[in-house]
């Protein structure tokens, strides 16, 4: 086994390499924790007697077993596991069908290493069997083996493939039943210079030069794995695929191995003769190796004429060709993607993303945007999750003048009986680059509105949602990750069908951009209906201690936004093991954002709801409930005044939105609109942003 420099040979040692800032930047726990929604198969789980438990993921390097093989090119993927083993403190000291094998933790995420020992030809009959046994799905399943068609050190990781000419590959597909729908991590070992036969390439030691290079290859590996279980498969794909800079030495040593290469082949085509027969053969390695005996030398003149003219008319041939298939296929001169699949409006993982992401411009196109016209896109979950968790990658913008949007996300079960109402408070403020609106609707129903209507246009592609169900937090993230889409967002509020503004936009809008903390109430209730809904299986991901209830109805900046739509630590486990009476709606952000961020959230809700009549479900308030004294005892105006802070000073402003309010309740709410959304109500809650909203966050 090859140590990495720095790396003692215990094994209870491990490495602790950066962190590549993806969706979670920020400091403390939340570097920890996944990002996109395409992770979710690193957190694939069946239910037992306590609890859910997490299938392993498997890595599987290729290779011969036999000290006279160890160190060479060919066995660069038992390498790379050993480094994993290495880093991650897991020992490979078991032996299961005919494999190494190593189990352990990286994360919270299970995984096995495996060194199969049968030679490669046959590695597929080892692999195939421990797949079977272990039941683990196919997607992961990594593969790690060398590739003589990649330059030297180069990586590419990919979801699925061919075996390109490897053996042990071809072994390995022809035993998951020629599926190739596994992912494949490729490390390139070059192809061989002058004469020497591949044969004896691939078993070749790497040159001390060449380890220093494979080493901080292997440290981008281990990162990479790491990516790959904890913020998912595409994003790790991106940070492999991604072309940096390399060295300048590098790029000379490049540079001269391939002038001696052309300097050897031109020497070798001046003194070669003989016949023109070719012998092919193949090995136990996994690689075809070729001779071919030299021309005579009366053919050496015509030869070096000829070849040139015949290797450009094949080249214009063949770029001929691929320019009339892409037009074709492509509907036009359209792309076509690497599977033949439609072309999507969100990044392909296969291809590499721009290393400077100083960059604005060549970042921005890397992100998919629905029309600013409309809501609506053709993305599935998975992709809308991914490029919106995948979006803080561009650096933030200089801070103009101009304030940042509020999202306002209904909920909804169909109509929007109160919408009236919500179409007087937008288009009365005459400002219409403080909001965006997003609409969550049950699947089949299209909302009619005018486009005059702020509500024009902004449905957002729904499912089917049961309330107390996990699919009620699957709508709430589907309408934050279309709100992240838009950059102007700044920050975001969950409403639904029922809910009212307590007081006019522009006051609502200074009240939330202009607070350091985002809304969303946590609280420990002990009693059955707080710690009585834990559940073991979210351990020890959650603890009980760390447990919280709080209102469903949130408001976050987007930060918090982003790390909650590209979390895959925390969600994949609350979908398991979370079950009613359990509920992920009343559970999932209290619990998470006060393990992760307890110093960004308020504690508290700015939605005002009534629990007083008691009952699982809150009051609701009808015609003969809307009065103006109750409307201006919810806005803070009269009565007892409820005191909550703010930006750390007390204040008796503390809700900016009411429900339950029945569809009945319209007339009476629009004819007293003047007095929730008049201009003295205004100029009070903005004294109140400016005097306690203008001094510094606190650390």
């Given amino acids: ?69 160890r160190g060479t090119r060919h ?17 490979i000291s078991s032996k299961h069908f005919k494999a190494m094998v190593g189990k352990g933790l990286i994360g919270d995420v299970p995984v096995m290493l495996a060194k199969p020992q049968t030679f490669m030809n046959a590695i597929g009959e080892s692999v195939g069997q421990l797949v079977s046994y272990f039941k683990i799905p196919l997607n992961q399943v990594v593969v790690i083996y060398d590739d003589l ?28 039943k020629e599926s190739r729908d596994f992912p494949r991590l490729r490390i390139g070992i070059g192809r061989p210079t002058g004469m020497m036969e591949v044969i004896g390439f691939v078993l070749r030691s790497f040159t001390e030069e060449e380890q220093k290079e ?14 790959m279980l904890l913020e998912g498969f595409n994003k790790s794909a991106i940070f492999v695929n991604t072309p940096c800079p390399q060295p300048p030495e590098t790029l000379d040593r490049q540079k001269q191995s391939d002038i001696d290469s052309a300097e050897t082949q031109a020497e070798v085509s001046s003194m070669k003769g003989g016949g023109a027969g070719a012998a092919v053969d193949s090995s136990k390695d996994g690689h075809a190796t070729a001779r071919a005996s030299a021309p005579p030398r009366s053919f050496v003149l015509l030869k070096l004429v000829v070849r040139p003219v015949l290797l450009f008319a094949v080249l214009a041939t063949c770029f001929l060709a691929a320019a009339l298939v892409l037009f074709v296929l492509g509907g036009g001169g359209g792309a076509v993607s690497y599977y033949r699949l439609p072309t999507l409006a969100v990044p392909d993982v296969l291809h590499a993303a721009p290393c400077v992401e100083n960059e604005v411009k060549e970042v921005e196109r890397w992100w998919a945007r629905p029309a600013a016209r409309s809501a609506w896109h053709n993305m599935s979950d998975e992709e809308l999750l991914w490029a919106a968790s995948f979006e803080p990658r561009r650096p933030r913008p200089r801070r103009t003048s101009a304030p940042g949007k509020v999202a306002f996300m209904f909920l909804t079960r169909g109509p929007l009986p109160l919408a009236p109402l919500w179409e007087r408070f937008f288009n009365g403020s005459g400002g219409k680059d403080l909001f965006s ?69 522009p006051a609502i809008h200074a009240y939330l951009t202009r607070s350091h903390h985002s809304f969303v109430q946590a609280f420990d209730d002990p009693s059955r209906l707080g710690r009585g809904r834990y559940r073991v299986g979210l351990a020890p991901v959650v603890s009980l201690p760390q447990w919280r209830k709080g209102a469903q109805w949130f408001e976050m900046d987007r930060r918090l936004a982003v790390f909650v739509v590209g979390d895959v630590r925390y969600y994949p486990r609350f979908r398991v093991a979370c079950l009613p009476p359990c509920y992920v709606d009343e559970h999932y952000l209290p619990t998470v954002l006060t393990i992760v961020a307890p110093r960004e959230i308020a504690n508290r809700s700015v939605t005002w709801v009534d629990w007083s009549r008691g009952g699982s479900h809150p009051a609701s308030f009808g015609v003969g409930d809307v009065g103006e004294e109750f409307l201006e005892r919810l806005a803070g105006k009269k009565g007892e005044k409820d005191r909550c802070m703010y930006n750390g000073q007390p204040t008796n402003l503390c809700s900016l939105f009411a429900r339950k309010f029945a569809p009945s309740a319209l007339q009476p709410l629009l004819q007293l609109s003047t007095k929730i959304l008049g201009i003295p109500n205004y100029f009070n809650i903005l004294r109140v942003c400016h005097n306690q909203g203008s001094g510094k966050r606190k650390a």
């Fill in 1 to 69: 086994m090859r140590l990495l420099p720095g790396v003692p040979a215990s094994a209870s040692s491990r490495l602790r390499f950066p962190r590549i800032p993806f969706a979670r930047s920020s400091s403390g726990s939340m570097a920890a924790n996944g990002a996109a929604a395409s992770a979710s198969s690193s957190s694939s789980a069946k239910a037992g007697d306590g609890g859910a438990a997490q299938k392993p993921w498997l890595f599987v390097g290729l290779g011969n077993p036999g000290r006279m093989y």
């Fill in 75 to 91: 066995n660069v993927g038992f390498e790379l596991i050993d480094a994993i083993a290495e880093a991650e403190g897991i020992s």
């Fill in 149 to 176: 068609d990649l330059p030297f050190a180069k990586l590419r990781l990919l979801p699925k493939g061919g075996h390109g000419g490897h053996n042990g590959m071809r072994s390995v597909i022809h035993h998951f």
């Fill in 214 to 227: 494979l080493d901080s290859t292997f440290l981008r590996c281990l990162e990479a794995v790491r990516i």
């Fill in 437 to 505: 609106v997003y609409v969550h609707t049950t699947p089949g129903y299209r909302l009619d509105f005018p486009p005059s209507s702020p509500f024009h246009r902004r449905q957002v592609p729904s499912k089917a949602t049961r309330w107390g169900e996990v699919s009620v937090v699957d709508a709430e993230l589907r309408l934050l990750a279309n709100a992240l889409l838009d950059l102007a967002n700044e920050r975001f509020v969950l409403l639904s069908e029922s809910c009212i503004p307590l007081h006019p936009l």
